[in-house]
């Protein structure tokens, strides 16, 4: 066992193995109902027919998101099942330390990102009923070290916790939603700017950083503005 790490797998598990595959349901349903609503060929039906439901269809498609999480985090606290590892002494502080230092950036970093845009608010106030996002492509300093800086904090918080067999299985689908999810974004993205995307993408990672593979300020400012 490594020091600093506790295993607690011993508990009986077959009477959560339903609650755990309807957890399972439960995710599957959320990311894909997820990717659907963020498609662009979705939102260019809903423009085409009902144009008058764009100005809030990012604000709404927010709320939605939010409010679909709430059942799947019932099921998280209503049927954990046994806890499978929980950090202890050194391990526990450094991965407390990582998971602030993780939410800290992304409660400072929002300047990656036009939040009223992102949010939905913009397009409500401006009654937007183009399908297509507007938001222009910018390098933020935190984009010169990854393309995708949310996710992977996020993915830093989710994996740094004690784990019970729930919140196992939901970090597993989380985690292959994000990669999944990221790469249906970047397509977008990649017709929406063309070769600048396609050139930022080769040379910055995904979602794990790398420190041979980071933009100068000066290369930001060339491919997308800003850094």
């Known amino acids: ?97 990582l998971g602030l230092l993780a939410v800290g950036i992304l409660m400072a970093g929002p300047g990656a990102y036009d939040l009223r845009e992102f949010l939905g608010f913009r397009q409500l106030r401006e009654r937007r009923e183009t399908s297509e996002d507007q938001e222009p492509f910018r390098i933020s300093a935190l984009h010169r070290y990854v393309r995708h800086p949310w996710y992977c904090l996020s993915l830093v918080v989710l994996w740094t916790r004690d784990m019970n067999l729930a919140m196992l299985v939901s970090a597993l689908w989380i985690t292959a939603y994000v990669i999944v999810g990221s790469r249906l974004e970047e397509r977008k993205l990649a017709v929406r700017f063309g070769a600048a995307y396609r050139t930022y993408a080769a040379r910055v990672p995904g979602l794990v950083p790398r420190p041979w593979k980071v933009l100068s300020r000066e290369e930001a400012r060339m491919l997308g503005g800003a850094g």
Request: net charge positive.
């Open 1 to 97: 066992m490594a020091p600093g790490l506790r295993f607690t797998h011993n508990q009986p598990m077959d009477s959560t193995v339903v609650s755990l595959s309807v957890l399972s349901l439960a995710w599957i349903a959320y990311g894909a109902l997820h990717s659907l609503l963020a498609s662009l060929g979705f939102k260019r039906v809903v423009g085409a027919r009902f144009p008058g439901l764009m100005p809030a269809f990012r604000l709404t498609y927010n709320l939605l998101a939010g409010l679909l999480l709430l059942p799947i985090l019932w099921l998280l606290w209503r049927h954990p099942g046994p806890w499978l590892w929980r950090w202890q002494g050194p391990l526990a502080w450094l991965m407390n330390v």
